[in-house]
């Protein structure tokens, strides 16, 4: 039971309120005919109880449901495919326990915590019992350990997405044993998770995860051009990576990225300072280049905003110089330095203040585009 919800007396209340605004409440529809007999909440059909709860949409009341009684557990047991427990601040751990069996359908689930709660016993019932699970955020789990990953990888083959930011106990071992096992994953946030991003862990990756879209590698220090041109020779559908305060990166890997990965939309190199201009002009290289093979294919143009780099950040990278930053921002129509569109970031670069979009230098472009944002 949830605090503050609602109880077993507050739902026949309902139920009788429910009977008198569409009835006469004795089971006849006001228009006359036949009704089927409903005594309480607990006659409901499945169908009607899975739609109410839908249209609540409120995790807490359907844990509560789920403990009704056995008919109402196992229908939301079988129709309950998304499930959030961010919002409980105290044992989560043993709330996720005692649920893991009761939801064995989910596809999603949250568990991002404020303060650390989760240990590996919650997490390996989440994998014996959730195996059709697709994304799970586990973000800020800091008591976590390598028995969480290991039984993930077992029990949850088919992983699509994993936020496990911040669980900074998992090592490059579990993590490249998770790859072997959960060969779907497209979005992966390693941030923080210095000890399991080592360029051993993503040459698994890039080996075993190539449909791989979405990557956080931010802050892990140990990870070099060895593991990031892994990844741009075997995920070639990477559309967005961040490597702020991956220190020791070089040009190497935006070449690399640059060439292997044609989709790329994000990149984030905020404190690489070891990024030269060698690396811009690689991505603007690499834009002639697609639009050489786009006109070959006799494709539209891939001057549409939709296609190339959309945000790009390069605060702090100190040795950029104003002509290869501007030649990037040039080759790229949704990269933008005005402030209503700002998604080429080059704070902390003072020798870049000269870098401008096209919408800088013809204002009345940037307003049309602002009054076409808000038409949405």
């Known amino acids: 039971m949830v605090s503050g ?38 006659d ?3 169908e009607l109880l899975l739609r109410i709860m839908s ?6 009341m359907l844990i509560v449901a789920s403990g009704v009684c056995t008919g109402w557990r196992d229908a939301l047991g079988w129709g309950l495919t998304n499930l959030s427990l961010s919002w409980c601040q105290q044992n989560m751990n043993n709330l996720m326990i005692s649920l893991a069996h009761k939801f064995s359908k989910l596809q999603v689930l949250a568990l991002r915590q404020i303060i650390p709660q989760l ?3 919650a997490v390996e019932a989440i994998a014996n019992y959730c195996h059709d699970l697709r994304e799970l955020d586990l973000s800020r789990s800091f008591r976590l350990s390598d028995r969480s990953l ?4 077992n029990g949850c083959p088919w992983l699509t997405r994993l936020n496990i930011s911040g669980c900074s106990n998992f090592s490059d071992t579990a993590l490249t044993y998770l790859s072997y096992h959960c060969k779907n994953l497209k979005c992966l946030n390693l941030c923080g998770c210095g000890k399991a991003a080592t360029d051993r862990a993503l040459q698994a990756i890039a080996h075993n995860c190539s449909q791989l879209q979405s990557l956080n590698l931010g802050w892990c220090e140990d990870v070099t051009d060895k593991g990031v041109i892994s990844l741009a020779s075997g995920c070639p559908d990477l559309r967005a990576l961040d490597m702020c305060g991956c220190v020791l990166i070089t040009d190497d890997s935006v070449i690399a990225l640059a060439t292997g990965c044609p989709h790329l939309r994000s990149l984030g190199l905020y404190y690489c300072q070891n990024i030269t201009d060698r690396a811009m002009y690689s991505l603007a290289n690499s834009r002639v280049k697609s639009k050489c093979r786009r006109r070959d294919t006799e494709r539209r143009s891939s001057s549409k905003e939709e296609d190339g780099l959309a945000n790009l950040n390069i605060s702090q990278c100190t040795a950029l110089t104003p002509p290869a ?15 209503e569109r700002h998604s080429l970031i080059i704070s902390g670069c003072l020798s870049l203040t000269s870098v401008h979009c096209a919408c800088a230098l013809h204002p009345h472009r940037a307003g049309r585009a602002m009054v076409a944002n808000h038409a949405y």
Not at 55 to 60: A, C, I, K, P, S
Not at 325 to 331: E, G, K, L, M, P
């Open 119 to 121: 240990e590996d016993s």
């Open 325 to 339: 930053v501007q030649a990037v921002c040039d080759s790229f129509p949704a990269l933008h330095t005005c402030p």
């Open 5 to 42: 919800r609602p109880v077993n007396e507050d739902l026949d209340a309902w139920f009788r309120s429910l009977m008198l605004s569409t009835g006469n409440g004795r089971g006849q529809p006001e228009s006359g005919g036949a009704m089927p007999t409903l005594s309480g909440w607990k």
């Open 150 to 153: 290991y039984a993930l990888a």
């Open 55 to 60: 249209v609540v949409g409120d995790d807490r």
């Open 44 to 46: 409901l059909p499945i």
